[in-house]
């Protein structure tokens, strides 16, 4: 099992650029997240989904969008990339049956944006 | 506005001592959760609690929920340098979505 998998681990955008994020797990749970970490921060959530096809909006999801078009598969798009989206993203998996659904987390990405 | 607010932000000590990091919120949460982060890598799930008042070990690790479930600390007894890490409360809502909410986050160093 590899977990939850995320490309690329480290990006340097130019301003007004665009990118995906991508973020694949194989423990076939439903549930997947992105959370974004700025220095010395906690983590914020961006999007999320309960599933195939059902996706919604976090603390902090301007200027990024979602799909989930398949179980395993959750790519986060950043639009016109701005230097406030310099950060740290983690994807992350659960099977939230009951209300203690343990997350499990990608290595992260590391995007700067200049 | 964190919803979830961790002390202290920072801590050195010198291995042997003990410490205890709070989390403190004004909300009531159906559970909390502890996580920890070693640089360049994803916060990894150290302990779940469920029941306000619930204690729970690991080792050298105590961690406790408030009664209101609205509170949660985490001790440590006799720390070593492999503790070292940055540690993330993480609270589930009673409604709404069904995400985490984290803390702020505690970064403790353990020097030998």
């Known amino acids: 099992n590899a977990g939850v998998t995320q490309t690329p681990k480290f990006r340097i955008l130019k301003i007004g650029q665009s990118m995906t994020l991508q973020c694949a797990q194989d423990m076939n749970h439903n549930y997947m997240y992105w959370y974004r970490q700025d220095p010395g921060m906690g983590l914020k959530l961006i999007y999320y989904s309960v599933g195939a096809g059902i996706t919604d909006k976090g603390e902090v999801p301007n200027g990024y969008n979602v799909s989930r078009s398949t179980t395993e598969d959750f790519p986060l798009r950043l639009e016109l990339a701005a230097p406030s989206q310099t950060s740290v993203y983690f994807c992350?998996?659960?099977?939230?049956?009951?209300?203690?659904?343990?997350?499990?987390f990608g290595e992260g990405s590391r995007l700067t944006v200049l | 506005t964190q919803l979830l607010e961790q002390s202290p932000q920072f801590l050195s000590i010198q291995e042997g001592e003990n410490l205890t990091v709070y989390c403190n919120s004004s909300?009531?949460?159906?559970?909390l959760q502890w996580y920890r982060q070693e640089p360049g890598e994803g916060p990894v799930l150290l302990v779940t609690?469920?029941?306000?008042?619930e204690v729970k070990k690991l080792k050298r690790l105590t961690f406790q929920f408030g009664d209101a479930r609205k509170d949660s600390s985490l001790h440590i007894t006799a720390a070593q340098p492999g503790d070292t890490g940055l540690y993330l409360c993480?609270?589930?809502?009673?409604?709404?979505?069904?995400?985490?909410?984290f803390g702020s986050g505690t970064r403790l160093q353990v020097q030998p």
């Open positions: 609690v469920v029941t306000g008042g």
């Open positions: 909300s009531v949460f159906s559970s």
């Open positions: 992350a998996s659960s099977y939230w049956v009951t209300s203690t659904g343990e997350l499990f």
């Open positions: 993480a609270g589930a809502r009673v409604t709404g979505r069904r995400a985490l909410t």
